[in-house]
């Protein structure tokens, strides 16, 4: 398995390009569905996630074309002209939990939908239970068979009001990406209000989808014949966006994050700014600045959006490690959100966890060490960690990594950091080797 070897200890400056959002792409990939027309996505990233859902989407009749090399530029199509196979299997679903958003298109597509429960992950168990209301409230016979959710409609989704009782990103995505072929209008209460939904709605809109209340947590859908295809861009990832700002906070360096927008992160920036980070709006995007003392401590509980997002929860606690004073954050989202703190731990941070708050004393500096990604943010918060320590950590299991940010070295290293991957089956010894990358000085 791939490791990510750093030796920090420089202040990162320089430009960063935001790539197209994961959690954007996922859903947008599975409105192609929907239509017998080719939806053609642009900005979209190359991330691992991507590309399996590609695959799945491939396994259910849709023809997928990737183009495009450098970051912003890449696009692909995916027409799903038909025949459609309705059935996403275990072996498919289970590398990518988010292929769980096939079952509202193919539902609405088809009226039929077998598709493997996506089972729980490292940070949770997360229940689909809410996904499975909101189709049955359309009319869907759900029922359970082996691990496997099939559901079906005898003449068609129908629209009803169905509120949400606990605020769910893809959950909306899925009951959304159904409504709008259902026959009649449907009312969706206490919808999830992320960009990515937002996006997500306007895509189906270019499409020909009857979509009102977009950004609200109220949708109203009425319901058409047919979607046609369209070119759409997907939207600048936020919490890339926001994992890099603090990339420059914590080496008390200066980024300019192109392709993206400040607004997107409201919470966080506020957060970074109490911290003593500033920012200053650009023509492409924004200039994030790490102040030249110590960063401050920072209270922060994670919330849906615009709440402080549970996916920059890891990365700002990196931060907080080498913070003055103490600093306390809770996660509310996920039941199991917390590995990264043993991992810190292993660097020297101060951290202790009650509940669901990590108490996090900041400390002078952090160690080099040989790390665990665990899940996708974790992995990259102990990045942030080891670009502020002089030492040299190795990051392993760096496919984590690899599911939700681009390029990731080649970003930072672009702003100074000395950053390597080292692929699989390379040797490399800590204790006696020169690091070579030391003897490049
Ligand atoms: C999306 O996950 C994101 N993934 C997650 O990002 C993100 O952490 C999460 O939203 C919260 O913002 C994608 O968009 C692909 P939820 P999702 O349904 O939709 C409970 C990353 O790192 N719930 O909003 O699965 C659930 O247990 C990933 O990119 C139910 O009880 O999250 C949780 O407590 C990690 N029943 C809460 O709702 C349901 O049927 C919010 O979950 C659905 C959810």
Redesign the pocket.
């Known amino acids: 398995m791939d490791k990510i070897k750093i030796i920090g200890g420089q202040s990162l400056s320089g430009k960063i390009r935001i790539s197209g959002a994961?959690?954007a792409a996922?859903?947008l990939m599975c409105t192609s569905l929907l239509t017998k027309e080719p939806l053609v996505l642009k900005n979209l990233p190359q991330l691992a996630d991507v590309f399996t859902l590609g695959s799945v989407l491939s396994h259910l009749g849709v023809k997928t074309t990737y183009e495009g090399q450098a970051i912003g530029e890449h696009q692909a199509t995916f027409h799903a002209q038909g025949p459609i196979l309705p059935e996403a299997p275990y072996d498919l679903v289970r590398k990518m939990?988010?292929s769980f958003?096939v079952l509202g298109p193919l539902l609405a597509r088809t009226g039929y939908a077998k598709v493997s429960l996506p089972g729980g992950c490292a940070?949770?168990?997360?229940?689909?239970?809410?996904?499975?209301k909101g189709l049955e409230a359309l009319g869907a016979k759900i029922t359970l068979e082996d691990g496997y959710v099939i559901a079906q409609t005898q003449n068609g989704l129908v629209g009803a009001e169905f509120s949400f009782p606990?605020?769910?990103?893809?959950?909306t995505?899925n009951i959304l990406m159904a409504a709008v072929l259902a026959q009649g209008t449907t009312r969706l209460l206490n919808c999830?209000v992320?960009p990515?939904i937002t996006d997500l709605a306007h895509c189906l809109q270019a499409m020909g989808a009857k979509i009102e209340g977009v950004g609200t947590p109220i949708l109203t859908i009425t319901g058409v014949s047919s979607l046609h295809g369209t070119t759409y861009s997907v939207l600048p990832d936020r919490?890339e966006t926001g994992t890099y700002a603090m990339a420059a906070g914590i080496t008390g360096g200066e980024v300019e994050l192109i392709g993206t927008d400040l607004a997107l992160i409201p919470t966080t920036s506020q957060a970074l700014e109490a911290m003593g980070m500033t920012f200053k709006k650009t023509a492409q995007g924004f200039i994030a600045t790490g102040p030249s003392h110590k960063l401050k401590a920072v209270e922060v509980t994670t919330d849906?959006?615009p709440g402080f997002?549970?996916?920059l929860q890891a990365q700002i606690m990196a931060l907080a490690c080498v913070a003055e004073g103490t600093s306390l954050i809770t996660e509310t989202?996920?039941?199991n959100r917390f590995m990264h703190v043993p991992e810190l731990a292993r660097m020297g941070a101060d951290i202790t966890i009650k509940g669901n708050t990590a108490i996090i004393k900041g400390v002078n500096s952090l160690k080099g060490a040989p790390v665990m990604a665990t899940?996708?943010?974790a992995s990259v918060s102990l990045v942030l960690a080891a670009l502020t320590s002089s030492e040299e950590t190795i990051v392993n299991r760096v496919y984590h990594l690899d599911r939700?940010y681009e390029e990731l070295e080649n970003k930072l290293g672009a702003c100074g950091a000395i950053i390597e991957r080292v692929r699989e089956g390379s040797t490399y010894d800590i204790s006696t080797t020169t690091h070579p990358l030391k003897a490049a000085g």
């Open positions: 994961k959690n996922l859903p939990r988010a958003l940070i949770g168990s997360r229940p689909v239970d809410i996904h499975l606990v605020v769910t990103v893809t959950g995505e999830a992320e990515e919490i849906p959006y997002a549970t996916d989202i996920w039941e899940d996708l943010r939700g």
